[in-house]
């Protein structure tokens, strides 16, 4: 692979609000860059590529004889529920229909919005039961529709057939034996049941393991973890999908460039392009409508592979590309304004809540010593711990400035956009998402405008409690 194209696209990335990209190409890592301030090594969260992963463990639960068929019907496994609207289409759907996103389940999926299937799926005290209680929009197996509570039910049935969490299952059965180290998997829910449809991180690291189990057919170190079959499914991508994408195992697939990928949202990818023997791994934070599209990645990449032998040495090229990951890895400053007088006033003081979306109960900022600070306490409505405290450092100078947490790590800064309107841009490292607080201070009152890049935008007034 040519380095100075490789140097070219991990500019191009940079860019971006990305988070890493590696290339692997006949076993070897032949780029990686990490973009400031995300640092090697952090895990990931990785959203829907999260599905992948849990249809490969379908996968393994059809080797090892936990189930019998993919095409056995789901609400067999589920005899001991009543479950709603089961009709002769609803009885039925099948494990594959499932896996390619064709059940038939009334849902429809809006990006987060207030009262679509997805969230009222997260508030249920039962997730599986919600999602199988749904009615009927036409037979299974007709019309691709994207559901995230089909690999919610498939995780549940990993669970039934088990007996443990799909993140348990999935540490003897797929991490363990493909070396993964850095998974984590949020936690179960009221019946036990591991989140199938998001919620995994791994480290790219790891995220390329995944990958490169299904570039060499299901075979990991002279071991068939999944079947062969499985894998020939996933990449050729039997049930047409959306934006001229096919789809089949919880992945998604472009067999006209050769190429099938576990994808997530806010840019997190697992690509697999089988006939250049390379992986490649994005993690990042983009808003939806900024993402790098996948074709365009696919080209660039394929553009960089000039021969299946190794190239002369070229050393300038090398240290092209040698530098263009270093400047990914340092960070750049964004603009800041000046410093407000507001600052001396606020420093210190304790704004307090009434009851709200983000349920937060206080906040303070301290912006005027050498290490500026912020603090935000918010309600857990749990009677043993009623508040939980989160902190850490901000910088002031246009750079992130990073504090450890029991959750991973902060980075965090801050500017003056006018004389009493601070702002506050907050990442967690590792997380595919960036928090905004806009702050307008008037006397004792201060007005916050909370957004971040799941598109979520709340309004709160607080008061000085000074």
Request: overall charge neutral; aromatic content about 8%; hydrophobic content about 35%.
């Amino acid at each position: 692979m040519d380095s100075g194209d490789l140097a070219r696209l991990i500019d191009i990335v940079g860019t971006r609000r990305q988070d890493s990209l590696m290339i692997v190409r006949n076993g070897r890592i032949v780029a990686e860059a990490y973009y400031a301030p995300y640092v090697r090594g952090v895990s990931h969260d990785l959203r829907s590529v999260t599905k992948s992963v849990t249809g490969t463990l379908i996968a393994i639960a059809l080797r090892d004889g936990l189930l019998d068929s993919i095409n056995h019907p789901v609400l067999d496994y589920f005899s001991d529920r009543q479950i709603a609207n089961a009709d002769d289409n609803k009885k039925a759907i099948t494990i594959q229909h499932l896996l390619d996103m064709t059940s038939g389940l009334d849902w429809l999926e809006s990006l987060h919005t207030p009262d679509e299937p997805l969230l009222q799926m997260y508030r249920s005290p039962d997730r599986t039961g919600f999602v199988l209680d749904r009615p009927m929009s036409g037979p299974p197996g007709t019309k691709f529709y994207y559901n995230s509570g089909n690999p919610y039910v498939l995780s549940a049935l990993i669970t039934r057939k088990t007996g443990r969490s799909a993140l348990d299952f999935a540490k003897q059965q797929l991490f363990e034996p493909l070396g993964i180290t850095s998974a984590r998997w949020g936690r179960v829910d009221a019946q036990g049941v591991t989140d199938g449809e998001a919620g995994l991180s791994l480290s790219p690291h790891d995220m390329a393991r995944i990958g490169y189990l299904y570039l060499h057919n299901g075979v990991w170190d002279g071991k068939q973890i999944i079947p062969p079959s499985w894998v020939d499914r996933a990449r050729e991508g039997k049930v047409t999908a959306t934006y001229g994408f096919h789809y089949a195992n919880l992945w998604w697939s472009l067999p006209e460039k050769g190429a099938y990928m576990a994808q997530g949202r806010h840019s997190q990818l697992v690509l697999v392009l089988p006939k250049l023997n390379i992986v490649a791994v994005m993690t990042g934070v983009m808003r939806d409508d900024e993402f790098y599209p996948v074709r365009r990645l696919i080209d660039d990449i394929s553009r960089s592979v000039k021969s299946d032998i190794p190239l002369p040495p070229d050393p300038v090229a090398q240290s092209v590309l040698a530098a263009s990951i270093a400047a990914a890895a340092t960070e750049k400053p964004s603009p800041v304004g000046g410093t407000s007088e507001l600052a001396k006033t606020i420093s210190g003081k304790s704004w307090q809540f009434a009851k709200n979306d983000l349920d937060v109960k206080s906040f303070s900022l301290n912006l005027v010593d050498g290490d500026p600070s912020w603090e935000i306490v918010t309600t857990t409505g749990k009677p043993d711990r009623p508040t939980e405290r989160f902190w850490g450092t901000m910088g002031l100078d246009g750079m992130f400035r990073k504090s450890p947490a029991w959750y991973g790590t902060n980075a965090v800064k801050g500017r003056w956009l006018n004389i009493r309107t601070f702002e506050i841009e907050r990442r967690i490292l590792g997380h595919s998402e960036t928090q905004l607080w806009t702050l307008a201070f008037d006397d004792n009152t201060v007005k916050v405008s909370f957004e971040d890049t799941d598109g979520n935008k709340v309004e709160l007034r607080g008061e000085s409690s000074d």
